[in-house]
């Protein structure tokens, strides 16, 4: 299985929106989204890996990190094989690299030490 790389960050000033997607491809994992946990990351310069957000199978809800709950939200597409994360009411401390990986539950809220995981984005929240 192969995780592209994410698409979407960019620039924005605090308050606003941004949309990342996260597309997978290859073999069985990717077709079997609703047995894995999907996740969102980010990294912000100098600090540890931090989870965002998931999709919990089988059930499909979502779990986001108190951080974000609220101002984030997950949508799936499962005929393209991708998970978008969008972002509203970006604040300055959302700025970081944002990954998302696939990875086995049942305990999606944490960082695996194995997953497969795509390149990452940067997101940048101006004051």
């Known amino acids: 299985a192969q995780v592209q790389p994410v698409r979407g960050g960019g620039s924005v000033q605090a308050g606003g929106s941004l949309s990342l997607s996260c597309e997978t491809s290859?073999?069985?994992?990717?077709?079997?989204?609703?047995?894995?946990?999907v996740g969102w990351f980010r990294q912000a310069a100098g600090k540890m890996k931090e989870w965002v957000a998931a999709?919990?199978?089988?059930?499909?809800?979502?779990d986001f990190a108190d951080s974000v709950k609220g101002r984030f939200s997950i949508s799936r597409d499962n005929a393209k094989n991708t998970v978008d994360l969008r972002m509203d009411s970006l604040k300055p401390e959302d700025t970081a690299a944002y990954h998302c990986?696939?990875?086995?539950?049942?305990?999606?809220?944490?960082?695996?030490?194995?997953?497969?995981w795509g390149q990452g984005t940067q997101v940048t929240v101006s004051s």
């Open positions: 999709i919990v199978p089988p059930s499909g809800n979502t």
């Open positions: 990986a696939i990875y086995a539950p049942p305990n999606c809220r944490r960082t695996p030490g194995f997953g497969y």
């Open positions: 290859g073999t069985q994992v990717s077709h079997e989204l609703d047995q894995y946990c």
